[in-house]
């Protein structure tokens, strides 16, 4: 599967998993993909049907316009690939600080409604996140 995608540059680093910027081979839209190595799905929604719980947890909480859509996911040699929306010129919250400085407070006040919203909606479908930091967080 991973042969439908050309994949082009880094896009961040986590301690489970790599972001690349991939372009799909066919006419379709770019995309992130979330490389993880098998060895670190450690925790399955459902291990007969081999779906990670991260990639439960994101399909009940797709309704929310904050939070970045799952277009599919799938195994491959030893990883599990996570392909979703790329926002384009999107940052992390932390690489934008640590370049542009502190948002100034009208931008804070946006940014962090838009999260308190994200929030709440993962929270009535049953989800909560856990590790809310600014390197998940994009602007």
Not at 38 to 48: F, I, M, T
Not at 55 to 84: N, P
Not at 96 to 118: H, I
Request: hydrophobic share 45%; proline share 4%; glycine share 6%.
């Amino acid at each position: 599967m991973t042969d439908r995608f050309v994949f082009k540059s880094s896009l961040g680093q986590g301690a489970f998993g790599h972001v690349f910027f991939a372009e799909p081979i066919e006419d379709e839209a770019t995309v992130a993909i979330k490389v993880v190595p098998k060895a670190l799905v450690c925790r399955w929604a459902d291990p007969e049907k081999r779906v990670p719980l991260e990639v439960a947890l994101l399909q009940k909480v797709q309704h929310a316009q904050e939070v970045v859509q799952l277009d599919e996911h799938f195994f491959e040699r030893s990883s599990l690939y996570m392909v979703m929306e790329l926002i384009p010129g999107a940052i992390d919250l932390w690489d934008y600080t640590s370049k542009v400085g502190n948002l100034d407070s009208e931008d804070a006040r946006s940014v962090f409604r838009q999260l308190v919203k994200a929030v709440s909606e993962c929270h009535a479908a049953g989800v909560a996140h856990g590790d809310i930091q600014l390197g998940n967080v994009l602007v």
